[in-house]
């Protein structure tokens, strides 16, 4: 049974910085892609970032193109999610998620979701 659980959530000023961390259990994870989401209240799920277990490769959504960063460490099978420049608008609950086979910024392509970690930034 594959679990995700993720910590690093937390309150912080407009044009702060977090780093999310998603760790992954149950079984191997190579060939798989790893993403983050996010959805604020009264909203839509969004597609944060995604990354290739095998080679690396990374998608991100427009809205944090250049702000926020996603990495993996394969030898923990943790994925990482660091955040910079931090808007109020990325206010949200954050979750992981995995699915076996080629990254994709479709949510309902994963397979397994992680609870959640909440985000606030503050103006």
């Known amino acids: 049974q594959v679990q995700l659980v993720e910590s690093g959530g937390g309150l912080v000023q407009a044009g702060g910085s977090l780093r999310l961390s998603c760790a992954a259990s149950?079984?191997?994870?190579?060939?798989?892609?790893m993403a983050w989401f996010r959805q604020a209240p009264g909203k839509d799920r969004d597609f944060v970032a995604t990354?290739?277990?095998?080679?690396?490769?990374?998608v991100y959504a427009e809205s944090v193109k250049g702000r926020f960063t996603i990495s993996r460490d394969n030898a923990r099978n943790t994925v990482y999610l660091q955040m910079d420049s931090l808007k109020p608008e990325d206010t949200a609950v954050y979750r992981c998620?995995?699915?076996?086979?080629?990254?994709?910024?479709?949510?309902?392509?994963?397979?397994?979701w992680g609870q959640g970690t909440q985000v606030t930034v503050s103006s």
């Open positions: 998620a995995v699915r076996f086979g080629a990254p994709s910024v479709v949510g309902g392509r994963y397979s397994y």
């Open positions: 149950g079984r191997t994870f190579s060939n798989s892609a």
């Open positions: 990354i290739s277990w095998n080679d690396g490769s990374t």
